[in-house]
């Protein structure tokens, strides 16, 4: 499932949903590698930005002993609950 985060009115807004193949299950430090690396073309302020959430999303997540390991995990539920408390 796709989400957009309104900043202006600190939504989350649910936009596409996504089936991912079971084979191609990723973990989120492989999916946040590859995201960074697709992104590339996109402003360096953008990049940082971008950049600096995953950090804050993986270093939250690890403070409260949780590896993904695989994206699907990270449901609009999942991150309210342990992300966006």
Known sequence: MWVWRNAEKNTVDF?????????RVISL????????????????????W???NLNALEK???MQG???????KLTVS????????
């Open 15 to 23: 936009v596409e949903e996504v089936a991912v193949p079971q084979e």
């Open 29 to 48: 430090a492989d999916a946040k590698v590859q995201f960074l690396r697709d992104i590339r073309g996109l402003a360096k302020q953008t990049q940082r």
């Open 50 to 52: 971008h950049r600096e």
């Open 60 to 62: 939250v997540l690890s």
């Open 66 to 72: 949780m590896v993904i390991d695989d994206c699907r």
């Open 78 to 85: 999942f991150l309210k609950e342990h992300f966006v408390f």
